[in-house]
């Protein structure tokens, strides 16, 4: 909507708040299954604690080896192998022997967070809170009557690096202890920027406490006090 | 502002067209002295051609070796090696003799394109534009009255290697011209998506035109008639 240099935007409160409580649900279906990053949990439980918040698709970030033209290539990926946490020399050893189908990278990403408020002023809160802690290329990606204002909070921390190709082994297996201890490191990097998350959301939110998702956390032997931060937190320096 | 559900936004249109004009003049300034990206002339130029957009910093992808610890470290941060098109072996293989004070990243970034406008709808249609051209990590970073939507526009098309630690050298010499062609190919797999912005708003630009800026274009001897395509999109199919 446009009106005379003022641009304006209303969310439809009731739709966001219904899908708000369709996601809180998913997300301990998602944990019951194994199929959530369980390391998360705590960070994507402070947020939905705001009125105005939920979380959406996460990933706390991950080592894979992926046999694919490029490393952002989707398509044409076979993903040969994936962890959350840091990786051994011996997990991945045996795959370089193989040749693979188009180029086998060791791809490390960071953490990423998809979030979405009912207004503007909590997105701007988010941002800086999630900028403050690390994630600097965090922004917004869309914003709709329904979905809300949809967040992505994201890190610079990425490892692209080639091992293979069919013809050509580029990283021999005696260098591979000390690519690994980077990548792990890499992956270290991006854990840390969660607990910087953590510890920062802890500090500031609930913004404005969200009553039904708080109560509904006390049904589930949980609450705010009792919240502690993700397991990788506590080897990490904060 | 924020006002029973509402979220309203105002950009101070008089500051915002100022900046507009300061910047557009900034642009030529920085193509005089050569520290423009010139092959990203001809987008920026189609962006300036609407009334309501202007561009801020950009890069057409580039690849460089950097001394660092980690591929996105800026602080303690040499960049040895730099270059916005194709490499050859020849010019990297000498660095690799030597040992770095910390680690020696051969680095391949895509495009990057900071875009500012005055109002929603228009950040909206630059946004699909860029998504549909292939900048798909693009969205919106800031909103603020003087400065306008700020939005980045940007791809995952991203390498970051590991070539050697001080101790150990990962990639051997004889892998170099494998992996420098790999490089290569993710540089000009960037400068592709950029082609396909500028056929993009080739169509669809200006939305609603700029009559003081295509007026000083023509000043300068060129008009939106005469605007090429950027130089690598000859070699590039569309």
Redesign the interface.
Known sequence: M?RR???????N?SIWRRRKIEFWQRLWEDLEIGYLDEDLMPILILFYTDKKIHTLSSCSGRIIVADST???SREETSVVYKKHSPISVDEVEDILGYSPVR?LWLNVTGPIIHVSTS???TA?KV?VIARNSGMKHS?????SENKGIVL?LT????????LR?P??????LS?LD??ID?AN??LL?GKRILCKLYAALRKYMPFIPDDEIISDLRGRGLSLEKLSPPNYCRELLL
Do not use: A, N
């Not at 240099?5 to 209303?10: A, C, D, E, Y």
């Not at 922004?139 to 914003?143: M, N, Q």
């Not at 013809?167 to 021999?172: A, E, H, K, P, Y």
């Open positions: 446009e240099g003022i641009t304006m935007f209303r969310i409160e490029f490393p952002w180029r207004d503007m002023d701007e941002l922004g917004i990606l869309s914003l992505e890190t610079g921390v990425k490892l692209t690096h080639l190709t013809g050509t082994l580029i990283t021999d260098k000390r690519l980077i490191q890499v990097e």
